[in-house]
């Protein structure tokens, strides 16, 4: 997707509206914010002179940025006006931390340690701003794309620090490998992270977490809203019209997508970057941030599959192997991503929902099983041609291995019936279950065939229609990746079935036209006997064709195949017939009368058959 594209997808003009307490204090929470530690032997090398050095210079600077006594300071943004006096702003707050530590270490009581208490306050509220600023300032700059790209290019130029990109020109040292939405999204994350460090080493991660999560918090929300990913009940989808449902599943599919290679990734890596100070503040921020979002995304399958409705269309098993597919092709990302104990709700949503997609499948493949055996349909086809059970089967297996690899998982522990012979296959390390599975499902079909083949009142129609079934299961299976699951051994065992099938139906439809000739075709006959002979071969010809030309061979190979064979025989023998015992008929009135045909008019009429 394009950067603009997801852009627009992540960023919105309006931020949360935020309003900073003028008491703020040191976070007391129940996450494990890292303490400030007190430097003894700092403490005890900091002259009284270093002391009122470093507070007359922080009074300086904190009450120039008080946006409570400074228009100016009230404006204007410290970060966006001047980067060097952002970072001696930063160190004038680090710097009066540690004369407070000193302070309170000679004496708890002091005024200095009051003024130094008040300057301290003023500082983290200015830093509350400039955080709430860059954060809800560049929502588009860090959207989960911007910051995934900065990421990569920050690997491909591993040797800028992040004290370079602090400063807006030393910035360029990533050179011009990245865009320039990745270069301003590099020195937001830059500045919230400085930030970030001072806050929670001056003992204010409270204050910076509870502003961080409130921004970032309602751009995935935005996002996951944005990708159609929303909270919906069973009841909900039970009322839904198949076409919605549908859309449903595709947002669904896409959503997942977009949100593990680009919104909870590139968050990730934000919050990481931002609290690369604490391990504890990164999973507590990230686990406020996205959890609740992934959570709902990967229980939306649980959610469809609790539906009541149990007459599911049998093409929604490929909805529910594109959902399989999605959840367990991301899996890695997802134990990356998620893989904080705090954050072991969505793996486990994530596995429930496989869980459950999992068992819908092989419900479901059980339900078509079923179905096949239960066909009712008594009217015969037409000319013995493909039965529709039989279209119906075969596209939907051939549909279904498409999903091969996710089926294999699906069907591992399938077991077949102990007779049924196991196919050659490719590659019976992986697909052997599933290669089962198939070769199962085609065998009930095949007897399934067997049964319908005896509406035909002709046995010889009912060969045909074996023989035609059995080779548009062949073709199906030929042309897609059954021939995979399957191998050849299995495909060449009933292509010689299908031949059976035909030359018995060749038997049985035109042995009537060959047993109208003489055995012995070379005997000596009478012009009486040889014009019966002749008469009777034009009836059965005639009878026989007209019967077999309502039928029906619907693949081309296996036509041509028939027609060959068929016209082979007959053209042959009648061909020695006719040139022995033309003469004996008599002359020109008898043979017109009684040798209707010659060789070449046979093998012409039979042409046109099927």
Known sequence: MPAKGMRSLFFHGKAPSFSFSSHSSPSRSSISFPTPQRNSSAASNISETM???????????????????????????????????????????????????VLVSDDPTSEKLVHSHSLMQIAIKRLQKEFYQILSMNRAHLDPESVSSRSRSSRAASSTSDDDIDDGEDADLTGDSISEVEHVSSIAMADLKSIAECMISSGYAKECVHIYNMIRKSIIDEAMYKLGVERISSSQINKMDREILELKIKNWLNAVKVSMTILFNGERILCDHVFAISKSIRESCFSHIAREAAALLFGFPQVLLTKTKKNYPE????????????????????????????????????????????????????????????????????????????????????????????????????????????????????????????????????????????????????????????????SSVRTSNLQYLLGGEWMSKHEAKVRQFAANYERLAWGIVLSSLPENISAEMSGQ??????????????????????????????????????????????????????????????????????????????????
């Open 529 to 610: 006997e040889a014009r019966l002979f002749f008469r009777n071969f034009n009836f059965s010809l005639g009878e026989t064709y007209q019967k077999q030309k309502l039928n029906a061979v619907p693949d081309a190979k296996l036509r041509e195949e028939i027609k060959a064979s068929v016209t082979k025989k007959l053209v042959s023998v009648y061909k020695e017939f006719y040139d022995i015992h033309k003469v004996s008929v008599g002359g020109v009135r008898n043979a017109a009368m009684y040798v209707r045909f010659t060789p070449e008019d046979v093998a012409h009429y039979l042409s046109n058959l099927y």
């Open 315 to 474: 093409e929604t098993i490929f909805r529910l192997l594109d959902m399989y597919t999605a959840i367990s092709e991301h899996w890695p990302e997802i134990e990356s991503i998620f893989g904080f104990e705090s954050t072991a709700t969505v793996r486990s949503e994530a596995i429930n929902s496989l869980v459950r997609l999992s068992e819908s499948v092989r419900s479901m493949l059980s339900h078509f099983e079923i179905s096949i055996q239960k066909d009712s349909s008594k009217s015969a086809v037409a000319g013995g041609g493909v039965h529709p059970l039989t279209l119906r089967v075969m596209s939907y297996l051939s549909l279904l291995t498409d999903y091969s690899n996710v089926l294999a998982d699906i069907f591992i522990d399938w077991t077949p019936p102990a007779k049924l012979p196991q196919p050659e296959s490719e590659d019976t390390s992986v697909t052997t279950a599933i290669s089962l599975r198939m070769v199962w499902l085609i065998f009930v079909l095949v007897c399934k065939l067997d049964e319908k083949a005896k509406q035909y009142k002709e046995v010889s129609l009912s060969y045909l229609f074996l023989a035609n079934n059995l080779q548009h299961v062949i």
């Open 51 to 101: 002391v009122e050095e470093i507070l007359e210079n922080a009074a300086v600077m904190i009450m120039k940025w008080n946006p409570e006594s400074s228009a100016f300071g009230k404006l204007t943004s410290l970060f966006y006006e001047s980067k060097p006096e952002a970072r001696q702003f930063i160190k004038c707050v680090n710097d009066l931390q540690r004369v407070m530590h």
